[in-house]
């Protein structure tokens, strides 16, 4: 199995791009958070240009689209808006992009319809059913106002959507610049993130579904309590694992291109069992959802933070019940206690677990 190699020594500045493959450019445009950067895709077609991804709804993002347009674009017109997922990074400009070339959109049909609701979703107060998911998870009254305050939705860094798009679904071909793309679809960091695969080249453009060196927050959202996107999630791993070769050349949505997709693949399974097993482990005795903060994560976890991490940690709990793992009961006070089934997992013994940094907002 082939291990992580990255073939490009340089990193494209904002407003510029760098070659990749033949007709395939690689850009980034800034982020204001921790993680810093987003990778976008441009593919040259015969009348014009293609773009994967969008960067987030900010003015610099504009200005830096504007550099590319008027520099190695030609002016030449943009043909088609494909984005891999809801994420404001990846459709922050989306709307933006497609009023001014007057270009279609290409998305999966979850991710176009749950980006168009949660930009134009009001979350100046919370629902009773959000209330009820963080009392459930053991978040106090005063921390989850906290939260709250922190919150203020995706309206202000997503230009308004598009009204229409055209679906992609798994196994669909864009044709562009010479090469067939198929559509392979993901779910678990989001419901059907789109990747873009061709054979005939092995190259593949994976967003955030395989990124080479973070983990992408696999959450349980208050809209879905009971959801399992990590089954869905590890269930997506398996199969990209069956379809694409060792030397697929992938293009991610943040850190740099890279090989070794086979190894990221194990790497990423391996790493969400040993947590199932850290978390199965810790609940010998009954725990809230919020105390499996410590066993997921190095470090303390702040406001900011604490939407990523608590939703990652139901994820675990989540798929553990699911699974026959894990039983879960509420107290009067609306508070889940999860307790570990079998117990002889505690003869284990001392292993090594490997915890997280804090979540990164991808």
Same mark, same amino acid.
């Given at each position: ?8 020594? $340089? ?9 990749? /493959? ?19 895709? !441009?593919?040259? #077609? ?6 994967? #991804?969008? @960067?987030? @709804? ?12 008027? =520099? ?5 017109? !943009?043909? @088609? ?12 400009? /989306? ?14 049909? &979850? ?26 998870? &053991?978040?106090?009254? #005063? ?12 309206? $202000? ?20 610049? @010479? ?8 779910? &678990?960091?989001?419901?059907?993130? !789109? ?32 959801? $399992? ?20 050349? !992938? ?52 406001? /900011? ?5 608590? =939703? ?11 699974? =026959? ?24 013994? $001392? ?6 940094? /804090?979540?990164?907002?991808?």
């Amino acid at each position: 199995m082939r291990d992580i190699q990255y073939p490009f020594e $340089n990193i494209p500045e904002v407003g510029e791009w760098i070659t990749v /493959a033949e007709g395939v450019y690689w850009l980034r445009m800034p982020l204001p958070m921790a993680l810093d950067h987003i990778n976008l895709y !441009v593919l040259e #077609d015969r009348d014009g240009w293609w773009i994967i #991804d969008t @960067g987030m @709804g900010l003015d610099g993002t504009q200005e830096a689209w504007q550099q590319l347009f008027d =520099g190695p674009m030609q002016g030449k017109p !943009v043909l @088609g808006v494909i984005v891999t997922h809801m994420h404001p990074d990846h459709v922050g400009q /989306a709307g933006w992009l497609c009023d001014k070339w007057r270009a279609p959109l290409y998305m999966s049909f &979850g991710e176009y319809y749950n980006a168009r609701t949660f930009s134009a979703s009001d979350f100046s107060s919370i629902s009773w059913t959000t209330h009820a998911f963080y009392i459930a998870a &053991g978040v106090s009254e #005063d921390y989850l106002e906290r939260v709250r305050a922190k919150f203020k939705g995706f309206g $202000n860094i997503v230009t308004p959507m598009p009204m229409a798009f055209n679906r992609l679904s798994e196994g669909d071909v864009l044709s562009i610049g @010479g090469r067939d793309w198929r559509v392979m679809i993901g779910s &678990g960091h989001s419901p059907e993130h !789109v990747c873009l695969y061709n054979e005939r080249d092995k190259l593949l453009f994976s967003g955030d579904q395989i990124i080479p060196r973070i983990t992408s927050n696999i959450s349980v959202m208050p809209s879905e309590p009971n959801a $399992n996107p990590l089954k869905r999630w590890l269930s997506s791993l398996q199969r990209f694992g069956r379809d694409l070769p060792d030397d697929t050349l !992938v293009f991610p949505a943040h850190n740099t291109p890279f090989y070794g997709v086979q190894t990221r693949l194990n790497y990423l399974q391996d790493h969400h069992q040993d947590h199932l097993e850290a978390v199965e482990e810790a609940c010998i005795e009954p725990k809230k959802a919020i105390e499996m903060l410590a066993v997921l994560f190095d470090r303390e976890i702040g406001v /900011a933070q604490m939407n990523l991490a608590l =939703g990652e940690a139901i994820a675990h709990l989540n798929y553990l019940i699911e699974a =026959g793992r894990l039983s879960c009961n509420k107290d009067d006070d609306g508070v889940n206690w999860y307790q570990t089934i079998d117990k002889s997992v505690a003869k284990r013994g $001392n292993r090594s677990h490997h915890k997280d940094a /804090a979540p990164m907002e991808v």
